[in-house]
């Protein structure tokens, strides 16, 4: 599968995502996922940023608010159009595009920081995406992204309840089985039956890779790995969210920092 045909995808899945999202039903994302991601990121006020893969730009906007001044690309033009209707709401002056997170469409060292909140692993060439956040950066900048666990979100996962529904392991299979745009198609976890009988599943391409493969896209990239992160869901949070118990048993994403060394070339 290529870039084209995963940009189908997703601009199919544009409005519908926006559309729930904004509403709260992505509560991995905001419960757990975008909490933890900025938890682990540095002080970015005043510095310039760009969030790859940037869906309807929530997180964009997160960064703005920290003070970044964001540049936000994305593949889906829909999901573009509505980032930009959304207003400024204390997120100001953001430059979006409709753009390959595979061919950014900006100069060599124009960021200090680069983000990627789980886009990466919906391209077809993630080590050649990483290889352009790598271009774009300044030598002593960083990229920070989040992925789907290459360990716990492989080809073949089923969680196995107890008898009162609680996650009590992971059953994973096919982790050495590369992926090449397998599409998943799924409905966030909070929507009930009725309200799926109304709304697609969303159709999304998947590329696995196993986690030695991710760190050497990485470090290929020309960049040095300094933290790893893994979410998992507190008593109070799954308490609230009992979507989220899973992440109890095993992390369903991973979250990596890398720097572009001081003294590398752009």
Not at 84 to 113: C, H, K, W
Request: net charge neutral.
């Amino acid at each position: 599968m290529d870039e084209s045909e995963v940009a189908r995808h997703w601009e199919s899945n544009a409005n519908a995502w926006t559309q729930q999202a904004r509403r709260g039903a992505d509560v991995f994302r905001d419960a757990l996922n975008s909490p933890a991601f900025f938890a682990m990121l540095p002080p970015v006020r005043g510095l310039r940023g760009l969030d790859v893969g940037c869906g309807e730009g929530a997180n964009t906007r997160s960064l703005a608010r920290l003070g970044a001044r964001m540049s936000a690309v994305d593949i889906a033009p829909t999901f573009i159009r509505h980032a930009r209707s959304f207003g400024e709401d204390g997120a100001p002056g953001i430059d979006y595009r409709v753009a390959d997170g595979m061919a950014l469409p900006f100069d060599a060292a124009s960021f200090d920081f680069v983000t990627a909140f789980m886009s990466l692993m919906d391209m077809p060439d993630p080590a050649r995406a990483l290889r352009e956040a790598g271009r774009v950066l300044r030598a002593g900048g960083f990229l920070q992204f989040s992925i789907l666990h290459p360990c716990f979100a492989t080809p073949h996962r089923r969680i196995v309840r107890d008898q009162e529904g609680r996650a009590r392991a992971i059953e994973i299979g096919g982790y050495f089985e590369g992926t090449e745009g397998r599409v998943d198609r799924w409905w966030f976890s909070t929507l009930t039956e009725q309200e799926r009988t109304g709304v697609q599943p969303f159709s999304t391409p998947i590329f696995h890779r196993t986690i030695s493969q991710w760190l050497d896209a990485v470090t290929g990239a020309g960049l040095v790995i300094d933290k790893l992160g893994e979410p998992t869901a507190g008593a109070d949070i799954a308490r609230l969210a009992p979507a989220l118990d899973e992440t109890r048993i095993a992390p369903l994403s991973l979250h990596v920092r890398a720097t572009k060394p001081a003294g590398a070339r752009a």
